[in-house]
């Protein structure tokens, strides 16, 4: 376990455009091209896909458009997707991941390797002789990675885009936001991308305040999952459903943040 160290003080976003490294950051909190079946299961990562997936799964709207936002380098929210949606919209804030990105839609040799967790969400759906299928379905189905900046009111401008009936974002609102007041405007931006009646998952850490990749420190806002709830309550969200990661065996998982657990938040536009 790593020594706890002085929490990055505030949200860099430079450092994510500039510097900040997706394929560090998919291997050490996914194992991408690394970890096998069993190693994703008992992760926090096999975690929050496992719950994204239940949820998605209980979407009444199931049939047509999603979006990831702030995917990074990091497909996970999209495998599940792959099955449910026609139309699979991804967004993300630095180029570089989403370099990272196209290269994986282009098939390209050097992309990052999901294939493990292809299986493992074939597996989830009890499918798991199928799971190549989950891939040909994604590249089907995934329209386009688009550029945004959350922090924005206008978050994908200049381009524009149509209500979707499921978001998903994992791990970023706690990278960004500063307290629940910012937390109910970033969840405002995101909701105006969804149609009335669709549903927002939020995969996020509460009790946290830095996480690290390739050696540098950076920050989180220490939020409660109460926080989260009063957020999205603030936009007139209902039907919040909440998954915790304490309340399931995981392997202790703190050697590169000091994230005190993971959650997955589901709640529905009004
Ligand atoms: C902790 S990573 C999470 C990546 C991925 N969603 C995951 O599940 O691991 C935070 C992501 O937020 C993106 N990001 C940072 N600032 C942003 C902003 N202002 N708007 C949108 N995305 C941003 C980063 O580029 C990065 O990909």
Redesign the pocket.
């Known amino acids: 376990m790593m020594s706890k160290r002085m929490a990055a003080e505030t ?1 860099d ?1 430079r450092y ?2 500039e510097n ?1 490294d ?1 394929r560090k ?2 291997e050490q ?2 194992g991408a091209g690394q970890w096998n079946l069993e190693q994703i299961a008992s992760s926090a ?1 096999g975690f ?1 896909m496992k719950a994204v997936n239940k949820f998605i799964s209980e979407c009444e709207k199931g049939g047509g458009r999603f979006l ?7 497909l ?2 999209l495998m599940p997707a792959a099955t449910k949606f026609d139309h699979i919209y991804c ?4 180029p570089a ?1 989403r370099e990272e990105l196209e290269k994986w839609k282009a098939g390209e040799p050097d992309a990052l390797d999901w294939t493990t967790y292809f299986k493992y969400a074939a597996n989830l759906d009890g499918q798991a002789e199928n799971w190549k299928a989950y891939e040909a379905l994604l590249h089907k189905a995934w329209v386009s990675i688009l550029p ?4 924005k009111d206008d ?1 994908f401008a200049p381009e524009k885009l149509a209500p979707v009936d499921v978001i998903t ?4 609102l706690c ?2 936001v500063k307290d629940v007041g910012d937390l109910t405007d970033a969840i405002r931006r995101m909701a105006q991308y969804l149609k009335k009646g669709g549903a927002l998952i939020l ?1 996020e850490c509460v009790n946290a305040s830095f ?1 690290q990749v390739g050696g540098r420190t ?1 920050y989180l806002c220490n939020l409660s999952e109460q926080d989260y709830v009063q957020a999205l309550k603030n936009n007139g969200m209902e039907g919040i459903e909440i998954a915790r990661a304490s309340d399931v065996n995981l392997r202790e998982d703190q050697e590169f943040s000091n994230i005190g657990d993971d959650i997955v938040v589901k709640a529905v536009k009004t």
């Not at 945004?148 to 922090?151: A, G, K, R, S, V």
């Open positions: 949200y976003p994510y455009v900040f997706h950051y998919a909190f996914y990562s929050c990831d936002i702030a995917t990074g380098a990091c996970a929210n967004a993300e804030f630095s991941a945004c900046d959350l922090t978050p974002e994992s791990f970023l990278s960004i995969s996480y950076l």
